[in-house]
């Protein structure tokens, strides 16, 4: 069956940009998928248009019916929908009826036995969708699943109804081959005409010859890059050609880039400038501002320090750009004034002079306020601190995390709350202290998503820990914690930043003190700290497998309840080494053989053997194995070379092997027993230093 290619568009009014993206492809991709669903595309490619005033999909190989297929309709049992004489029942006619049948139906029913019973069936064939049938239902369903946070209701031209949307809709496009397929949404019948730029369009009304020839049209003749990943591409392009001329670079923003996209039909790149003067201001103020409020791209040079210039990505392209220019920057300035006026206000008060203003903050009902807060993480860092350095180390630690919440209280954090930590330190530099509690109190933050850095030094990673810790123990001493995909206070990012901090520092922190030492300033027993600990260790588990470990290798590691975090990943190395030697299988195995024999015996096994009770060769030889391996295994494991450690025990496979076929362990004689478990438990201590190798079993 012949093909043609398919345009839809829908023309509305400014979407909102930072979700136009999502709304393209989610429009474009629920089109393709009922049209295939419809059977009336196999195999076509989507591409998606979304500008601010369109959503667009253009579909290739989209036929204009699908193709007829047969299907076989259950009806009844046959004893039920048949006579004594073969007759069709009320029961059947009626349900042939419904089907749009009559009697002359019987006689084309077929049985066919389902195990239990003759049932019957219709074979029919059904008739394919038209296009236009298709599309409806497509374009229906599209409009449907559109991920719009906010929908709008307004009235359509008929005066009368009202409709729900994210935008009022102005026109539609059904477009097959140069065909416009009859299908209709929002009050809207399909045609062939969409509009340009609203200023720079050749004509307002532009009317496409085709589906195949939407994009060309709309650059031509209405000005508009329809395509938001061309659009973007040109963005990138003047940004970086504009700067090129500069000398400069512009930021490197994703989202921004994103939301201006989203903004503008045509860009137009236009450099633009601000006063000297407010370069005093942390850049960090500056270049939030600029981008936060007015979509700028703020200029840096060759060592990443903000300059005066900026750039404006512009919705129209005159021909004097100077009066656009000069406007963007005079609506800049008083922005900047703001930041500025907030800087110098802040710097009038210490930060230990806001102090007390924590305690007027709160925090959560059942936790108290800020400051109450702030009190907790100043004990646990310092805490944390005199188990690393001395009393210098202790007092910096103590004096960051007292100061680490303070910005909040200040006006530029106020204003942009995205700032704090980082105007904390400077206003801490600005005071004169020391720079490992001034970037301890911009660091305690960190890592504030995965991937992100941690904290630059070791005063603060003690802030960082404690801060995390506390909101960690804290809520889950007050039975706030995660369920399901609910995590409303971002716990599950805490607990992996806690984790790589603990691991990727190499700090002599154990984890289960951590917890017990943050517990002891909340009401919270045994049961929230192992609530605590394995909610921690799930998360590393998912982390560790994110990394490309196996779910059996991690396992291994982790059911060992690793007290020493900084092992982790050494641990997790060296059974990926070892789960690749010939002889791991055959261990990984046996070590299970060897944790279940043991499981089942009532007490405590001692690894102990008393080599007079040796009778059997094999377990003379397995002895005689251990006896020359666990020392060398053991003492590669305590300088921790864990890989090592686990290489030098692959030497066991053969008498290990040998012990099982030829030993019997559970012998009738209790001391010979005996002996043989205290060899297998000794067997069971050597091997399940660095991991458990049960876990590698397959």
Known sequence: MSTRNLLVELFVEELPPKVLKKLGESFSGVLAESLTASGLLVDGTVTTFASPRRLAAHITHVSAKAADKQVAQKLMPATVGLGANGNATPALLKKLQALGEDESAVAKLRKEHDGKADILFLDATQAGATLSEGLQKAIDEALAKLPIPKVMTYQINDGWQSVNFVRP?????????????????????????????????????????????????????????????????????????????????????????????????????????????????????????????????????????????????????????????????????????????????????????????????????????????????????????????????????????????????????????????????????????????????????????????LPRSQVGVVVALADKLETLVGLFSIGEKPTGDKDPFALRRQALGILRMLMETDLPLAFDQLIA????????????????????????????????????????????????????????????????????????????????????????????????????????????????????????FETGDYTGSLQALAVLKAPVDTFFDAVMVNADDPALKANRLGLLATLHQAMNRVADLSKLAS
């Open 169 to 453: 809709a102005h026109g539609l496009v059904a477009l097959h081959g140069n065909e416009v397929v009859p299908i209709s949404v929002l009050g809207l019948s399909a045609g062939n005409t969409t509009q340009g730029h609203r200023f720079e369009a050749k004509q307002p009304v532009v009317t496409l010859t085709s589906a195949d020839t939407y994009a060309q049209q709309l650059a031509d003749e209405g000005a508009v890059i329809a395509s938001f990943d061309a659009r973007r591409a040109e963005i990138v392009k003047q940004l970086q050609a504009a700067a090129d001329k500069q000398g400069l670079k512009p930021i490197e923003d994703d989202a921004l880039l994103d939301e201006v996209t989203a903004l503008v039909e045509r860009p137009n790149v236009l450099l633009g400038q601000f006063e000297e003067e407010f370069l005093a201001v942390p850049q960090e103020c500056l270049i939030l501002t600029m981008k936060a409020n007015q979509k700028y791209f703020p200029l840096l040079d060759a060592s990443g320090k903000l300059t005066n210039k900026f750039l404006i990505v512009s919705n129209i392209n005159p021909a004097d750009a100077s009066k656009v220019i000069g406007g963007n920057e005079r609506v800049v300035r008083p922005r900047l004034a703001d930041a500025k006026f907030f800087f110098d206000q802040d710097r009038k008060k210490t930060l230990e002079s806001r102090l007390p203003g924590l305690g007027k903050v709160v925090y959560h009902n059942k936790l108290g306020s800020q400051g109450e807060r702030n009190e907790r993480v100043v004990a646990i860092a310092s805490a944390i601190a005199q188990q690393i350095g001395g009393d210098g180390f202790v007092a910096k630690v103590a004096q960051a995390a007292r100061l680490s919440k303070i910005d909040l209280l200040t006006d530029m954090v106020g204003e942009f709350p995205e700032l704090q930590g980082i105007m904390g330190r400077y206003y801490a530099q600005h005071e004169g202290l020391a720079d490992d509690v001034a970037y301890a109190i911009e660091d305690h933050y960190r890592p504030r998503f995965a991937g992100d850095e």
């Open 517 to 636: 030492q943050t517990l002891s300033v909340f009401n919270g027993g045994q049961e929230v700290a192992e609530a605590i600990k394995a909610f921690c260790f799930d998360r590393l588990a998912v982390n560790l497998r994110d990394q490309g470990a196996s779910a059996q290798e991690v396992d291994a590691v982790l059911s060992l309840s690793p007290n020493q975090l900084a092992e982790v990943p050494r641990r997790l190395s060296a059974v990926q080494v070892f789960a690749n030697l010939a002889e791991a299988p055959a261990l990984a195995a046996a070590n299970k053989r060897v944790s279940n024999i043991l499981k089942k015996v009532e007490g405590d096994v001692k690894a102990e053997v008393k080599a007079e009770l040796l009778q059997e060769p094999a377990e003379q030889a397995l002895h005689q194995a251990l006896a020359a391996t666990k020392p060398k295994a053991d003492q590669l």
